[in-house]
């Protein structure tokens, strides 16, 4: 259809505008930002997205200043709606204003009220001098801390990263960062400034920095990869807390088998230690699960996975390190992967073989028994599926947060025959109370038939046949996912976690 003239002229301008916006801060900064092999804010969200699915709102907020430093809007990703927000660095280094900050709580308000996950693409140094501050001016991280439990939330850092623009990152479900990305609360000219420290951003916030400390969960090389990998963690999640996650179409991976495999890769043994991730690959579907935070609190790992095409969660100690004690930093990751599942009702599967939570000076120091009790805290409160397996040992405490304890609401408890438990191991009882040999060795067999006698109690539903573990875990899975016959509602929280 021709337009009319009388609308011609009101077209033209608003395709002027438009042209300014989308020309970001402007050819010879876009060029500069691409040299460093990096995306633009607008090829993010292109990468991100489902093709010609992106919806923007606020284009004409700031005026002269394109989108006032931040693309805000929504679209589709694996054909479900998110919203999206991208800082632009080519635009006065994505640095926030006082009309950016509302498009900001914007973002989050509609992704609470429309019940989709919220993606937050980060390279901005924080508040302007000059715009508008905290005060009254309605700040985006009180809505980001309301989407908290109710819809996923993923932040991605993709280049610095700094004060107010930096806080998004840690109040986010998922955290992933590229090798050119950095956070911090301050960047290298504040910390001159204030303290007299000379220091890089890769030094101060970078990826060594961030993914040791546990403020960053995932890193991938190149914007890329990062995006990809967002895209791949959103799709074992529902949209919301107010819906399941959904199943995916059947094929013959996802069909019961047995997993004979299982008895090369675990030794009866105690003192032979194996790779965890390779349990996961025989018991789940596909081979195609991801791992969160695989760089921090190595002794467990956290992983999202499908069995028999359903999205679960993975809790899995590592005895290839620390013999797979648990340490503070293990504790901690594991809490807050356990809450995450829980929050939007993925079933999780608890995969122990431990010889306890990591004793020592240096342990303690670091508050190993405050961190698993909040990962206690954090498995006892869960409300969604729980399914354990002690495949060979699990001692104290460390049972205990593996979900290893009597009335707590598993949907069921396995284990190995010879599977070994107690308050400790039989060497280190054997030590501890300076035992002679005879009684030593009646110590060892005492833990060797633990396993009987505690089904003999039903400390477990079944002791299994290694072999039989996914089919087992499959049908305790699918029996349980009975019970989903009302609607989801986001999980009320009544503990203070430690």
């Given at each position: ?114 019940k989709i996950p919220l993606v937050m693409l980060l390279e901005g ?374």
């Amino acid at each position: 259809m021709t337009n009319t003239p009388d609308w011609q002229e009101t077209l033209d301008d608003l395709e002027r505008r438009r042209e300014h916006t989308l020309a970001m801060g402007g050819p010879d900064r876009v060029a500069k930002h691409r040299a460093k092999g990096k995306l633009d804010v607008r090829a993010r969200i292109d990468r991100l997205l489902d093709p010609d699915t992106f919806r923007e709102f606020g284009t004409f907020a700031g005026g002269e200043i394109a989108a006032d430093g931040i693309v805000t809007g929504s679209g589709l990703i694996n054909g479900s709606p998110v919203m999206v927000g991208a800082e632009d660095f080519t635009t006065l280094a994505g640095s926030i204003g006082s009309t950016g900050n509302a498009k900001r709580y914007r973002l989050a308000e509609l992704a609470v009220r429309d019940k989709i996950p919220l993606v937050m693409l980060l390279e901005g140094a924080g508040f302007r001098p000059t715009g508008a501050h905290y005060g009254r001016t309605p700040t985006d991280l009180i809505a980001q801390a309301q989407c908290s439990g109710r819809v996923p939330t993923v932040a991605a850092v993709l280049g610095p990263s700094a004060g107010h623009g930096a806080l998004v990152a840690p109040v986010s479900d998922f955290r992933i960062m590229s090798s050119q990305g950095a956070i911090f609360t301050a960047g290298p000219p504040v910390v001159r400034e204030s303290t007299g420290e000379e220091i890089t951003k890769e030094d101060l916030g970078g990826p060594s920095v961030a993914l040791h400390s546990g403020v960053i969960h995932n890193h991938a090389d190149t914007d890329e990869a990062v995006i990809d990998d967002i895209r791949r963690y959103l799709s074992y999640f529902p949209s919301s807390a107010w819906s399941y996650p959904e199943p995916l179409p059947f094929d013959e991976d996802a069909a019961p088998r047995p997993t004979p495999e299982l008895l090369e890769i675990i030794s009866r043994d105690n003192r032979r230690v194996y790779n965890m991730r390779s349990v996961l690959d025989v018991v789940f579907d596909n081979n195609d699960w991801f791992e969160v935070q695989p760089q921090f609190g190595k002794a467990i790992v956290c992983a999202l996975a499908h069995l028999g095409g359903h999205p679960v969660a993975v809790v899995a100690n590592q005895p290839n390190v620390l013999a797979g004690s648990i340490d503070a930093d293990a504790a901690d990751k594991a809490a807050h992967f356990i809450m995450v599942a829980d929050s939007f009702h993925l079933p999780i599967v608890f995969l122990a073989d431990n010889p306890g939570m990591l004793p020592g000076s240096r342990s303690e120091k670091t508050g190993v028994l405050r961190a698993g009790a909040r990962m206690f805290a954090a498995q006892t409160a869960a409300t969604t599926l729980k399914l354990h397996v002690t495949l060979r040992k699990a001692y104290g405490f460390g049972s205990m947060v593996m979900s290893l304890l009597g009335f707590d609401g598993q949907e069921a408890t396995f284990a190995f025959p010879g599977a070994t438990m107690g308050a400790m191991s039989a060497a280190a009882l054997s030590r501890a109370s300076h035992a002679e040999s005879d009684l030593s060795a009646l110590l060892r067999e005492a833990e060797l038939t633990a396993s009987y006698r505690s089904a003999d109690h039903l400390g477990f539903d079944e002791l299994i046949d290694p072999r039989e573990t996914r089919d087992q875990l499959l049908a305790a899975l699918q029996r349980g996912l009975r019970s989903r016959q009302a609607a989801a509602e986001p999980v009320r929280r009544t503990v203070i976690l430690p």
